[in-house]
């Protein structure tokens, strides 16, 4: 086993490992003079991770491609990547190409990862093989103090797809961008907000526009923090109207108008964490998939607590305290039928970590006590 077969192998059951997730890499140990359909083989029951994989090193020094020709093999039962090929096609596995770059003393090596079916496309084209320049279309495998490491780009590693083929079936739009969708639900979220606040505090009329703007000010709070995290995460989000969290807080607003009773609930929206890069292989694996709901909407409510605590040291108290009202509210942990919400952020950050909660929620406890007396 090379040195750099060995690094894959290591570093695929450590990220197993640290991830909780079923699986095992490893290389079956091959008798001399005999050849072998692929380097490195992981076993799985999450299709995702049931893979073959084919490793080869060149030293950018001696040439500028990888050739089929001198760095594949062929024997009896045909050129190499016809063996690999028929391998992957018989047995389901997704294969991969991982190819090490000795780029020279002083230089780090680079590693990247080729899915096979391009690999198949060029050599069945009659191409010669891949430049050592195209490798920067594909994924890189993350190295750090000479370690490989799986962890820090797994799901770009195996959704990407590559430049050179045009096949974009995993290309998604901007989180930074939303859609016109998002937009309307954004206003709509902002003034159901506003319309609750206004009745909460009982003001007239007059100040409606300016409660729809802090209204509108709140809502964009949570939801740029979202969108830089997912932005960061390559993933979809989408904001959404809950019908039921909005007629739940207009009947709040409803009931506080009629009866002069300071009373708000705060649950007109909810986000959509989604997109197909990872719904491909992330949702089938319960643990990875809640990690990453995880980390968005601590995001939001992370840049939701910044502004807050602006709006608390600079003294704009109607600011304030919807901030922390809907910090409040948002991190209630309502998923269920017989609860007329849609999941909160707080049903995300419970399944992923309790403790997680417990501090977020005494943290709004704070922000409240601190905002209102």
């Keep these: 086993m090379t040195d750099f077969e060995r690094a894959l192998v290591n570093s695929f059951n450590q990220f197993f490992d640290e991830e909780e997730i079923e699986g095992i890499a490893h290389r079956k140990k091959q008798h001399r003079f005999s050849s072998q359909l692929c380097d490195v083989l992981v076993d799985s029951p999450h299709e995702t991770f049931y893979l073959a994989i084919e490793n080869k090193s060149i030293k950018t020094s001696s040439t500028n491609k990888l050739y089929f020709s001198q760095h594949f093999s062929m024997s009896d039962g045909g050129h190499q990547v016809e063996r690999i090929t028929d391998f992957v096609n018989r047995s389901g596995r997704k294969g991969f190409l991982a190819v090490e770059l000795k780029r020279g003393r002083g230089r780090p090596r680079k590693a990247y990862m ?12 009659g191409e010669k093989g891949i430049h050592i320049d195209e490798f920067t279309d594909f994924p890189e495998i993350t190295r750090s103090s000479g370690e490989y490491n799986f962890a820090d780009n797994l799901v770009e590693m195996f959704t990407k797809t590559v430049k050179s083929t045009g096949q974009n079936s995993f290309f998604m739009r901007s989180s930074l961008h939303p859609t016109v969708e998002d937009i309307q639900n ?16 009982s003001m007239g009329i007059a100040e409606a526009p300016y409660m729809l703007l802090i209204g509108g000010l709140v809502v964009f709070s949570r939801e740029i923090g979202q969108r830089m995290v997912a932005y960061w995460m390559d993933a979809y989000i989408d904001l959404e109207i809950s019908v039921q969290g909005s007629a739940t807080t207009l009947f709040a607003a409803f009931i506080a108008i009629l009866t002069d009773i300071s009373a708000i609930l705060l649950f007109p929206l909810t986000s959509s964490f989604s997109g197909e890069k990872y719904e491909h292989w992330g949702k089938s694996i319960d643990a990875i998939w809640a990690k990453r709901q995880y980390w968005l909407t601590m995001g939001g409510l992370t840049t ?54 417990l501090i977020s929620m005494g943290v709004a406890i704070i922000m409240l006590v601190l905002t209102f007396y």
Excluded at 322 to 334: D, E, G, I, R, Y
Aim: no cysteine.
């Design 114 to 125: 080729v899915p096979w079916k391009e690999v198949w496309r060029r050599y069945n084209q």
């Design 186 to 201: 954004f206003a709509l979220a902002s003034l159901i907000t506003a319309v609750a606040f206004t009745a909460y505090k």
């Design 304 to 357: 939701l607590f910044g502004a807050w605590y602006l709006a608390y040291v600079f003294e704009y108290q109607l600011f304030a305290e919807l901030a922390s009202l809907f910090m409040f509210f948002q991190l209630m942990p309502f998923d269920y039928e017989g609860i007329p919400t849609s999941k909160l952020d707080g049903a995300y950050i419970l399944l992923w970590s309790g403790f997680t909660w």
